[in-house]
C-alpha cells in the first residue's frame, strides 16, 4: 500500500502545513528513527494522544550540536514537550557489557552510531529547558522508567538520583504511558491560558496533576499532596543508598513490589532536600484497550524521510504482530538492572 506524507506524524514545519496546522498541542523528541508500527514507544504515545483529539508532533533523532534548529523548528507546544529516548537504554544500545562500541545502532537509519547522544533524556531535556523554561517536559521511555529512584548506573559505577534531577524535567511518566499521558493532556489542556501557552507553575500550583497516577515528580515536603500519609512508603534517602549498600537493597524489593501490585502505596524518596514522589500505577489495560492500542492507525513502516535506508530494528519486526504487552513481574532477567545498571 502506497502511503501519504500526511498518513504519518508530523516531523517538520512543511508537513504541519500540509496539515493546516499552525501550532501543535504535544512534541515529542525521539531517540529513535520514527517508524510508525506500534512496536516503538514514540509511534505509540503520539498515535494515543492524536486519538484522543490532540495535534502531536515527533522529532525523531534531533541533532544536539550547535544551534538547536531541530529542537526549535517547530516552535512551542500548546502542552507539553515529551521525550522518548528509544526502544534502548541509550547505553545499553551503544555499548556491550565490555563497554565496546556495538557495531550498529539497531534503532537507527543505516545502524549510525552518531545519530543519538549517551542519555538523551538527560540532553534532550536540558536543551529544551534553555530554549523554553516555561514549557512543560514530560519524561517516558525505558530510561525514565528505570532510573525514577536512586539507581546504580554500570557505566560510571556508582549510584545515580533520580533522573528529574539531572534533567530538570517537571514530570516522569513510568511503565505504559498510554493512560497518564491522556490523562496528563487532558488536566493540561483544562488548564493552559487562553493564549494557547502552557507554564511549568501549573505542576506545583495544581494538585491534581500531582495525583496522575503512573507518574514521578520531586516536590519539598510542604508540597506533598495530604502530607506524607501513614500508608505510604518511605524509602531510604538518596544519600543514605550512597552510605549504606543494605539501604538501597531494601529500596530495591519495594520499587518492584509495588510496581506488581494490583492496589499499590505510593513511594517516596529524599533526595536533596526534596522528595521524589512516586505515584501507583493505572491497573493492567483491559484486553480491549490494548486491542484498541493497536488498531490505531499505524502505518507500519519508516518514514519515507529515511528514503528506503536499512533500519536493522525495522527489519526484525516488519513482518511481525503484537500479541502481547508488559511483564507479569519479578523474573530474575530485569534484575539485572539494580545489579548490573
Not at 47 to 63: C, F, H, M, N, S
Not at 118 to 132: C, D, G, H, M, W
Not at 192 to 218: D, K, M, R, W
Amino acid at each position: 500500500m502506497e502511503y501519504r506524507l500526511t498518513d504519518f506524524l508530523p516531523t517538520t514545519k512543511k508537513e504541519l502545513d500540509l496539515r493546516g496546522w499552525t501550532e501543535v498541542d504535544v512534541i515529542l523528541f525521539s531517540g529513535d528513527a520514527y517508524i510508525d508500527h506500534p512496536s516503538f514507544g514514540a509511534a505509540v504515545i503520539g498515535r494515543t494522544l492524536e486519538a484522543a483529539g490532540y495535534k502531536v508532533a515527533i522529532v525523531p533523532q534531533p541533532d544536539w550540536h550547535g544551534d538547536f534548529r531541530d529542537f526549535k523548528k517547530l516552535g512551542r507546544p500548546r502542552l507539553f514537550f515529551g521525550i522518548a529516548p528509544g526502544c534502548m537504554d541509550s547505553m545499553v544500545n551503544k555499548y556491550t557489557a565490555n563497554r565496546r562500541l556495538r557495531s550498529e545502532d539497531a534503532y537507527s537509519p543505516d545502524g549510525r552510531h552518531d545519530m543519538r547522544p549517551e542519555y538523551p533524556t538527560i540532553v534532550y531535556s536540558r536543551i529544551l529547558k534553555q530554549l523554553y523554561p516555561d514549557v512543560p517536559v514530560v519524561l517516558g521511555g525505558i530510561e525514565a522508567s528505570l532510573r525514577r529512584l536512586t539507581h546504580y548506573d554500570y557505566w560510571q559505577d556508582r549510584l545515580q538520583k533520580c533522573i528529574l534531577c539531572d534533567a530538570g524535567a517537571d514530570l516522569l511518566i513510568y511503565g505504559m504511558g498510554e493512560k497518564p499521558i491522556v490523562e496528563l493532556a487532558n488536566q493540561l489542556s483544562s488548564l493552559a491560558a487562553p493564549s494557547g501557552e502552557a507554564h511549568a507553575s501549573l505542576f506545583t500550583l495544581h494538585a491534581s496533576l500531582q495525583n496522575i497516577p503512573q507518574t514521578v515528580y520531586l516536590a519539598r515536603k510542604e508540597e506533598i499532596p495530604g502530607g506524607i500519609r501513614e500508608n505510604d512508603i518511605r524509602l531510604h534517602s538518596h544519600e543514605e543508598c550512597l552510605r549504606d549498600k543494605r539501604s538501597q537493597a531494601e529500596n530495591f524489593r519495594h520499587i518492584e513490589e509495588q510496581s506488581n501490585m494490583m492496589h499499590a502505596q505510593r513511594l517516596l524518596q529524599e533526595v536533596d532536600g526534596r522528595f521524589v514522589v512516586v505515584n501507583p500505577p493505572y491497573p493492567p489495560m483491559t484486553t480491549q484497550e490494548i486491542d484498541a492500542s493497536y488498531d490505531l492507525p499505524y502505518t507500519r513502516q519508516p518514514h519515507p524521510k529515511y528514503k528506503g535506508k536499512r533500519i536493522p530494528a525495522y527489519d526484525m519486526i516488519r513482518h511481525s504482530v503484537n500479541i502481547h504487552r508488559g511483564c507479569f513481574g519479578g523474573c530474575g532477567l530485569c534484575t539485572m538492572s539494580a545489579h548490573e545498571g
